[in-house]
């Protein structure tokens, strides 16, 4: 079954079309700004003239110049409302979701950017900008940027989940969206509804907070009034996209398999992305419409009241469509998903821990316990207590928390005191430290364990380095997610169990997780730029003691912890 709509008109010509639609969007605003300023003057000089003998309202002149004033007034900050929705919206909504653009390093994103450009090509648009939001969620979604240029914008755990057929279809049907001008309209009403939600969200009234015992604290808030205001003006713009949305996501699925021809992959693209969905960083309602799956719709329905207030059609009613365009039955396209999922199981490298690796009978030495070459601290400084404390290693003395430039210092090996400054090697280590270069050229790229050769790999996918000796990685801070949102690897039995003697030792038991704290004390410095890692937890949910680079945003893992944090979140 072939979809009847074909592409008609100009990118542009639809473009200007929209523009000229959206004045229908200034026009509401303004009656609705002319209503709101005009009440609350209204009242206002309705209470100035119960004040003041004399003053009335409701004289000939004075009614004029209040209808006049409201009419500037009103027209001016609807229209300033509008230019800022059109011109800074999709740049504000980007940044609140912590969209970023592709790493061309990145083997995933690598493949994001070029089937943007094939599917682009093929639907005859001159730019498409992509973006990438770095959430485990599975989600796409298009927007209209301020020099009209459109963008896309997916999830990391879209392009980890999905094959490249099922990225095409997505793309395809974002594509569609940009092609038949709802992008444009879509990005207007949901900045706009995003401003009323944040006006809403300023004045809307706290509740009261108990305090101490006899004591009740008093509530703080906005003004009620501003409150209801923005609240029914944030309906009303929810209420204009889902009018212009339900409808258009049938129709823009329709549109996509005219580009890519391929109905079965969107099919299978949209029921991933409904069954896997959930919220994507800082999420806000008025966002929904611009979702190819809105992120609450666990219960989307097809009655009366869903068709109201859901900017999206349910799930198998999509699926159903795609599935006639085949054809194919819903379920056909669900065991498909099944299968896809199973293949890819199978088809996953088995790593294997360092300590299953080691030949002979001889253990594997822990990277926490390994003999290293100590360098020799020759460096005293007086707290501030004014006590000689030391010696320290040059690396250790930049790391004090109150060292500075000025701190007297003594050279123990060559029986010199004077400020840190005076000496050359700390002048150095300080310069080499802003720069993000290594204090100790000699420690450069090399295990902060075993100082073994750090070597570059891809690990899922991600650009790494690791020690070849003791199997640490050191991971950019900002890459992490892509790691653990990706499934190129699966684990051998050995590490599955460390895993959940993990969970068990560890994260169920706070005493031991204090004793692995204190394992993990050891100061260490980043193979990059020299300073000291400090221990962290990975996040309150996995408390994983990780060592972290505050300096230059660096990660280091000791042995098999990313893929122990890698398995405690897939077996979640």
Known sequence: ???KRKFTKDFYEIQRQQWQKSLFLLLILFVFYFFLAGFVAFVFLVSIGMLVPGFSLFTGGTWNDFLLVNLIVSLSIAAFHFYDARYHGARFIRKRLSAESPDTDDVYH????????????????????????????????AL??????????VTEGLLAEFTREELQAVIAHELAHIIRGDTFYITLVCSLANSFERLRQMSEPQEATQGQIGEVQESAGGNPLVYAATSISSVLMHLLSTLISRQRELMADATAVELNRNPSALARAVYKAHVSNSFIGDFSLSYSPLFIVPPRSKNISDGLLSRIFNSHPPLMKRVRHLAEMVPASPKKIIDDVLEIRKKREKARFVLHSKE?????EKKAVDSRDAVQPKEEGVWCVRNPKGKWIGPFTLEKLLSLRFFTSRIWTKNIQEGIEATAGEFPQIRTGLRNLYQKKPVNPKRYNKCPRCRTLLIDIFYEGVAIKSCPSCGGKLVDSALIGRIIARREVAFSDYLVEKAAGFRENFLENPAGMRK?????SQDIYCPLCGSRMQPRPFTYHYIV??????WCHKTWFDTDELEVLQLLIELR
């Open 1 to 3: 079954m072939k979809p």
């Open 110 to 141: 690598k493949r994001f950017i070029n089937t943007v450009d094939e599917m682009r090509i093929a639907a005859g648009l001159p730019k498409v900008t992509p973006y990438i939001i770095s959430a485990f969620a599975i989600n796409s979604m």
């Open 144 to 153: 209209m940027e301020a020099d009209k240029s459109p963008s896309i914008i």
């Open 356 to 360: 299953e690796t080691t030949t002979g």
């Open 516 to 520: 692995i704290n204190k394992e993990k």
């Open 545 to 550: 003691p990780i060592n972290k680079c505050f």
